[in-house]
């Protein structure tokens, strides 16, 4: 099957599965990557929806800082 093939199929099944209300689609939280900048560790965190700025604690060095 070529890649246009894949995708009707895809599109297909999901469509299907909606239409049976097996399948839910739902919004989550974000996970963003912040840098430190204090030290300059990634640190990885959740952020509720709808958040712009969220406060963390570097894992690394335990600065409290919030994301942009």
């Known amino acids: 099957?070529?890649?246009?093939?894949?995708?009707?199929?895809?599109e297909r099944l999901v469509r299907e599965a909606m239409e049976r209300k097996a399948?839910?689609?739902?919004?989550?939280n974000t996970r963003i990557?912040?840098?430190?900048g204090?030290?300059?560790?990634?640190?990885?965190?959740?952020?509720e929806k709808g958040a712009t700025r969220v406060k963390f604690v570097?894992?690394?060095c335990g600065q409290k800082q919030e994301t942009l």
């Open 1 to 10: 099957m070529d890649k246009k093939a894949l995708r009707e199929e895809t």
């Open 23 to 28: 399948l839910v689609v739902k919004q989550g």
């Open 33 to 36: 990557e912040a840098k430190c």
């Open 38 to 47: 204090k030290c300059g560790v990634a640190n990885r965190v959740s952020a």
């Open 58 to 60: 570097c894992k690394e």
